[in-house]
T-cell receptor
Framework: DGGITQSPKYLFRKEGQNVTLSCEQN?????MYWYRQDPGQGLRLIYY???????QKGDIAEGYSVSREKKESFPLTVTSAQKNPTAFYLC????????????FGSGTQLSVL | SQQGEEDPQALSIQEGENATMNCSYK?????LQWYRQNSGRGLVHLIL?????REKHSGRLRVTLDTSKKSSSLLITASRAADTASYFC?????????????FGGGTRLMVKP
């Protein structure tokens, strides 16, 4: 089945630790995105990538980093510089940047121990 | 920054009734999209309406767009308990860096059986 796979579903971070959230898609989409969702809130854009080996900061990039070495993969690292990382993280992709329609993964819930 | 603002924030109705959710936005748009999110899951694309369209239908969904008022509405007719979810509007600006989607805060819909 085609789609976007996020892992893990739940992740716990210790103080001062970097953690990496995985996002893989087999839809052959060029563009990929990371969003953060706080309880009862909408989505805020962290980073996006329109093509392999290129990515741009979104509205809330501080404390996060990404890479796009392969078309199908767009991992997000939550660094120790992100002081309030507890949130639901959603990865998405689209055929072209624009976008006309986003396809979402099922999300990763990150909590701080 | 959140471009769209949904109203109401929460809505509770009986099965069989219609549900109407509104979205207002601030800047000129290329298109507006509606998404649905079941609790703890990713978002699912419902419908896209372009800036030159006024109304669009998809099954039990009806979306209207009023660019002069910078607002849109989503109507779900003959609601079912399975429609219980959060609904988000998202806009693609007419001009802007990367033409990224910006999401509103969402309307939480509860349909009682």
């Amino acid at each position: 089945d085609g789609g976007i796979t996020q892992s893990p579903k739940y992740l716990f971070r210790k103080e001062g630790q970097n953690v990496t959230l995985s996002c893989e898609q087999n839809l052959n989409h060029d563009a990929m995105y990371w969003y953060r969702q706080d309880p009862g809130q909408g989505l805020r854009l962290i980073y996006y990538s329109q093509i392999v080996n290129d990515f741009q900061k979104g509205d809330i990039a501080e404390g996060y980093s990404v890479s796009r070495e392969k078309k199908e993969s767009f991992p997000l690292t939550v660094t120790s510089a992100q002081k309030n990382p507890t949130a639901f993280y959603l990865c998405a992709s689209s055929i072209v940047p624009g976008p006309e329609k986003l396809f979402f993964g099922s999300g990763t819930q990150l909590s701080v121990l | 920054s959140q471009q769209g603002e949904e109203d109401p924030q929460a809505l509770s109705i009986q099965e069989g009734e219609n549900a109407t959710m509104n979205c207002s936005y601030k800047t000129s748009i290329n298109n507006l999209q509606w998404y649905r999110q079941n609790s703890g899951r990713g978002l699912v694309h419902l419908i896209l309406i372009r800036s030159n369209e006024r109304e669009k239908h998809s099954g039990r969904l009806r979306v209207t767009l009023d660019t002069s008022k910078k607002s849109s509405s989503l109507l779900i007719t003959a609601s079912r308990a399975a429609d219980t979810a959060s609904y988000f509007c998202a806009t693609v600006p007419l001009r802007g860096a990367g033409n990224m989607l910006t999401f509103g805060g969402g309307t939480r819909l509860m349909v009682k059986p």
